[in-house]
């Protein structure tokens, strides 16, 4: 039988892919080899405009989105000192701890010490509950004043057919007739 070869599947030959190396100029590799490619004509430099960095993202001469946010006044409403003072001098009047207080209207006793010193963020529900426990009236933090409206405003809104005198006898605002 004849000796047929087989081909093992690796060829440790040397293989040159892309462009040969003959027709390529060697890189300098000192300053002198530098400024005499310089001087020839061989080589010539350009000036990389940003290149070195993100120095971009940190210049102060554009006001970039997180600067613009900073600058917004980010403050909670804090509770105002008349209520924190209110809320001491009824809870010492019925001879109670913030612990006690804080226990009867289910609160944390931070929460109670919180709106004493004036740090809380104020919540109405947790003022409405000091109100019932301590039998006293608390000053509500003030909201913001509203646009009054004008008199000729609040004429034009009324239809054709409405009256402005007092209603009469019978006459209900929406709904079905009154049953007898």
Do not use: F
Not at 9 to 26: E, T
Not at 30 to 48: H, P, V
Request: aromatic share 2%; charged share 30%.
């Amino acid at each position: 039988m004849p000796n047929i070869s087989q081909p093992t599947g690796q060829d440790w030959d040397a293989v040159n892919v892309g462009k040969g190396s003959a027709g390529r100029a060697k890189a300098p590799k000192s300053a002198r080899e530098i400024t005499m490619m310089k001087a020839s004509g061989k080589l010539s430099t350009e000036k990389k405009y940003g290149a070195g960095g993100n120095a971009s993202a940190h210049s102060g001469g554009v006001m970039s989105a997180r600067k613009l946010e900073e600058t917004d006044e980010l403050k909670h409403a804090k509770v105002d000192k008349s209520l924190s003072k209110a809320i001491m001098q009824a809870r010492t009047a019925k001879k109670m701890t913030q612990k006690e207080l804080a226990t009867a209207i289910n609160e944390k006793p931070q929460v109670v010490g919180e709106y004493e010193s004036g740090k809380a963020i104020p919540n109405p529900q947790i003022i409405s509950k000091l109100e019932r426990k301590l039998g006293c009236k608390l000053p509500r933090p003030g909201k913001k004043p509203a646009a009054k409206k004008s008199a000729a405003a609040g004429g034009a809104k009324m239809g054709a057919g409405a009256s402005r005198g007092p209603p009469r006898a019978g006459a209900r605002g929406s709904g079905p007739p009154k049953r007898r």
